[in-house]
């Protein structure tokens, strides 16, 4: 019996997962015999170094079935011909396509929020929607997420899309990343209308705004050292007394982030901790790595490291039964979980590698604190004692 109430934490949160979390509901259907005019919305793009997706992006976007949009996507300083691929789609069903040769970056700015802020100035739409180049975009996307806002009356609406994986590593780890994201934002939706700020999330890969409220909150400049801008976004939104609403389009948005295991590690050790740490209080930030780390180690690790022991003979039957119903119901959560995903359920005992590699993904990003590498570029973040 011992040994079976050791093992309730991991039925805990495979109980957690299956009754507690929400994801958002899906953006409204759009009537498309609906002939009132519809607001212009500027798509803008920050790409640096993105040959090999900013032509499916800026592709998809083009076919859009929203009446009236532009798309400016703005290069930063791109080595790879990023700039020439997007200027060479055509126009399809946007008033214009246009490409900005992205300026110099200035002292205490980040590439994408300075990106993002050179294609604010130069758009002409009444909403902005930053959308990061590897997404693809289905064609009733826009449309709906226009309905979405108005019919939320938000000011900041973002999106939850699907993730595209299609390597052996992209589908073991991804799952990884994001349940832990999923365990400090279980309910994305209602947090979203809570009154605490720190409550606030948004996905980067789609953030649609009301111009005026970008404007009224500073716009990208009030982000411009964030690492995890996204975030620092919607956080800004909600201490500013505005709308920030999330909803779900798996259907019409899709992303593939990260394309090999060097560009995983790499990708998510520049923000997973330093955004995490934007979540909670200023008290708490020296303990939550420690903690974290620990308590995945402990869940995903320790487990299956004492079940081998004890299939070896070098520990007694308690151990062995013990570790045996950890283990089982974490296969449990992650078989959901890896579905949910649409990964490959085989992939769901192969938990405790894809565990490793998260361990160590966050450990980096730990110990690396405010230094931050990312696409050729070093930067060194102000101290988050001087954030709000």
């Not at 934002?185 to 953030?207: C, M, V, Y």
């Amino acid at each position: 019996m011992l040994p079976l109430l050791l093992a309730l934490p991991w039925l805990a949160l495979l109980v957690f997962l299956l009754f507690v979390v929400r994801w958002p509901s899906e953006l409204p259907e759009v009537d498309a015999g609906a002939g009132r005019p519809r607001p212009l919305v500027t798509v803008i793009v920050p790409a640096r170094d993105e040959a090999a997706n900013i032509a499916r992006c800026v592709r998809s976007l083009t076919r859009s079935g929203y009446p009236d949009f532009e798309i400016v996507v703005g290069d930063d300083r791109s080595s790879d011909g990023t700039g020439d691929i997007a200027r060479a789609v055509p126009r399809g069903a946007a008033r214009r396509v246009l490409l900005i040769d992205g300026a110099e970056l200035p002292a205490g700015w980040l590439g994408k929020p300075w990106a993002c802020r050179q294609g604010a100035v130069a758009a002409e739409g009444d909403l902005l929607l930053f959308t990061d180049a590897d997404t693809v975009h289905g064609p009733e996307l826009l449309a709906k997420a226009v309905a979405g806002m108005e019919e939320e009356g938000a000011d900041l609406l973002t999106v939850v899309g699907r993730q595209i994986m299609e390597t052996f590593w992209e589908k073991l780890v991804q799952p990884q990343i994001f349940l832990l994201m999923l365990l400090r934002f279980p309910r994305f939706e209602s947090l979203a209308r809570s009154p605490s700020w720190r409550d606030a999330i948004a996905n980067g890969q789609f953030l649609l705004f009301r111009r005026e409220s970008y404007e009224a909150i500073g716009g990208h400049e009030s982000v411009k050292d964030e690492v995890a801008e996204d975030l620092a976004l919607a956080q800004v939104v909600k201490r500013a007394g505005l709308a920030l609403r999330i909803r779900s389009a798996e259907g019409d948005l899709a992303t593939r982030m990260y394309s090999s295991l060097a560009h995983l590690v790499e990708g998510w050790s520049k923000n997973i901790v330093m955004g995490g740490l934007q979540t909670v209080p200023r008290w708490m930030r020296p303990l939550v790595p420690p903690l974290a780390l620990a308590g995945g180690v402990g869940l995903w690790l320790v487990p299956p490291a004492v079940l081998a022991l004890a299939l070896a003979g070098l520990l007694g039957p308690g151990w062995l039964a013990w570790s045996a119903n950890a283990c089982l119901y974490s296969v449990a959560v992650w078989t959901w979980f890896t579905a949910r995903m649409e990964a490959p359920m085989r992939y769901a005992p192969l938990y405790p590698l894809g565990a490793l590699v998260g361990a160590y993904i966050f450990a980096r990003s730990w110990t690396r604190g405010r230094n931050v590498e990312w696409k050729g570029r070093r930067y060194e973040l102000p101290p988050l004692s001087e954030r709000a």
